[in-house]
């Protein structure tokens, strides 16, 4: 098919509007268009198909036998264009909204809140998808992406939602040797960190600190890292809800937490995308955000 050989769409729904309603007035006013802007398209869509469509049958308007095979092909077509419209976003209504996050997210803030969300609305469904990896929404179909850092990401919305509320943790045996937010004794210590984690990475470089020139062990999951910190073994970077049980308990000791800073964690959607079910998730997280 080659569309530079099919007239224009607007002048054959003119058309197919005017036929089916019998007349340019009716057609007018179902496109909320004028009388002469119909009479226009049906005019260029005759000279273009070097065909009458249309003529005049008393007070109305009447229908050429060239008139009638178009504009039973064009209510064809139109009808499976509608139907497939139709199908698309029954599926789009049935389909989980795909969210991506970091990790540390996930663990630390959505889980814990998340089933008041599915108690609250059970007809939405959400497939959440925790990694690493910085994911291109619209290539990888993901409708909101929750990202830590300082924002101004290129071709999304973004928005401020809640801090990180991080704290340096460490056993008390540890954090005894270490002046409470002295970041400068914090740079001898040992660190237990999960590679790839973005949070302790931007945080470090912040505070002015270089993993690369510290005592920096690595696990291949934050639970690994947590459990080490516990152990003994090192000082690690946590979100405050994940260790507040081991700071009430003094399993932990924090030596050292984020004040006011620009990191934080920010929702990014598509522009012009949230409506509907997505909007409904985004108010909710604003909601719990603000009582963080």
Request: proline residues 4%; hydrophobic residues 45%.
């Amino acid at each position: 098919m080659e569309w530079r050989d099919i007239p224009s769409l607007s002048a054959l729904r003119a058309f197919e509007a005017m036929a089916r309603l019998g007349g340019f007035s009716s057609a007018a006013r179902e496109l909320n268009v004028t009388h002469a802007a119909i009479a226009q398209h049906v005019r260029g869509l005759e000279a273009d198909l070097a065909q009458t469509l249309v003529i005049r049958e008393g007070r109305g308007m009447g229908l050429t036998e060239a008139g009638r095979i178009l504009a039973a092909a064009l209510q064809d077509g139109f009808a499976e264009i509608a139907n497939g419209v139709a199908a698309t976003r029954e599926l789009g209504a049935d389909r989980p909204l795909q969210i991506a996050m970091t990790p540390s997210f996930a663990e630390n803030w959505i889980m814990p809140r998340i089933g008041a969300f599915w108690a609250d609305h059970p007809e939405i469904k959400l497939a959440l998808v925790p990694g690493y990896p910085l994911v291109d929404m619209k290539r990888d179909g993901f409708d909101l992406a929750i990202r830590y850092g300082r924002g101004g990401w290129d071709g999304v919305d973004a928005e401020y939602l809640v801090s990180a509320g991080n704290v340096v943790v460490g056993t008390p045996e540890l954090a005894a040797r270490v002046p409470k937010g002295d970041i400068a004794a914090l740079q001898k210590q040992v660190w237990l960190q999960e590679p790839g984690r973005q949070e302790p990475q931007l945080w470090a470089a912040e505070q002015g600190l270089d993993f690369s020139k510290m005592d920096v062990r690595d696990f291949n999951m934050n639970t690994m890292v947590l459990a080490a910190t516990r152990a003994g073994y090192g000082f690690s970077l946590q979100g405050r809800a994940l260790v507040s049980s081991d700071l009430k308990e003094g399993r932990l000791v924090s030596v050292f937490e984020q004040g006011q800073s620009t990191l934080a964690y920010y929702m990014l959607t598509r522009r012009g995308t949230v409506k509907g079910k997505l909007k409904v998730f985004v108010d909710w997280l604003r909601a719990n955000a603000s009582d963080t």
